[in-house]
């Protein structure tokens, strides 16, 4: 039996596993295949606290993962096949290599991938001029022209937080009119630096090594043009990994797990989330693992 299983390996599950590992509770970490998670797909980090040069996403992951087994955590590289919770009792997790689990508290730190185009040149140029996160990256496109795909309040906030940094934004969305809240949506269209192409919708991202601009299609007539730009930012939403307590615990209409009352708790007492998983708003990996310390706080407390 034990005391603290943690299903994911990025910010909130690794640091989920270094409070818990210091908290002497032995956690052990579900890592999935892709250990690290989102993180290790981000080639520079310039807004973690602690790296004023930057750090490679895949390089801040693997320290954060030697911190935690420096403590005691334990990593076992599998995905969760099913998960059996129970309200406050125990915790039974079944692996894709056959394993069984039965743990007193479960942290759920599975985070969430973004909605991508679905392209071909879009998945070669990721990190070279393609990104899915304005606060992550923008700073790269200072005095460059860049593009945001999407009409929701999303893509809005990525837009305007673009324009601190590039010469244009160029928003593209695949209707006349935006899906994002009024006052969003006018924020957007009213500022200087943002001008829209309306239903449209980029069929290719042209470059060989970066990003030189975007092919879209007019929906209306099915005319193709070519837009020059040096970054293109997707803003369709995301994804929250969490198929897997689908029907289990309480989650919002878009997947992601509900808290309660500000903390790591869901309604099942001794089932914790912590970070993207259930995080609809902010998705940064500092707020993820300062996420995972609190879910593994609170499971200590529980435990206690």
């Not at 954060?64 to 309200?87: H, P, S, Y």
């Not at 930012?233 to 309480?250: C, N, S």
């Not at 989650?251 to 995080?279: Q, W």
């Amino acid at each position: 039996m034990e005391k603290v299983v943690i299903i994911g390996s990025g910010p909130a599950g690794y640091t989920a596993a270094v409070y818990a590992a210091r908290a002497n509770l032995e956690p052990l970490v579900i890592s999935g295949n892709t250990i690290g998670g989102l993180l290790t797909q981000t080639s520079e980090v310039e807004n973690f606290p602690g790296f004023p040069e930057g750090v490679n996403g895949y390089e801040l992951t693997m320290k954060m993962q030697t911190q935690a087994e420096k403590f005691g955590a334990r990593l076992e590289i599998a995905n969760v096949e099913k998960l059996e919770l129970t309200d406050g009792g125990v915790q039974k997790i079944t692996l894709d290599n056959g394993n069984v689990i039965e743990s007193k508290a479960l942290i759920i730190a599975t985070g969430a991938t973004p909605r991508w185009l679905g392209l071909e040149s879009e998945e070669r140029l990721k990190n070279c001029g393609v990104s899915a996160c304005a606060t992550c990256d923008g700073a790269f496109f200072e005095d460059m022209k860049v593009v945001v795909a999407g009409g929701g309040d999303s893509a809005m906030e990525e837009a305007l937080f673009l324009t601190k940094f590039a010469s244009e934004v160029i928003v593209v969305h695949r209707r006349n009119e935006l899906r994002a809240s009024k006052i969003m949506a006018e924020r957007a269209m009213n500022h200087e630096k943002i001008r829209f192409v309306w239903n449209s919708q980029i069929v290719e991202i042209l470059g060989e090594s970066e990003v030189t601009g975007i092919k879209v299609k007019n929906n209306a007539d099915n005319s193709e043009s070519v837009i020059e730009c040096q970054g293109v930012f997707v803003a369709l939403g995301h994804v929250p990994a969490t198929e897997i307590v689908k029907g289990q615990i309480d989650m919002d209409d878009a997947g992601f797990i509900k808290l309660e009352n500000n903390t790591s708790m869901t309604n099942l007492a001794g089932v914790f989330g912590a970070g993207d998983c259930a995080d609809h708003r902010y998705r940064q990996a500092i707020t993820a693992a300062a996420a995972g310390c609190r879910a593994a706080i609170d499971a200590e407390r529980y435990l206690g």
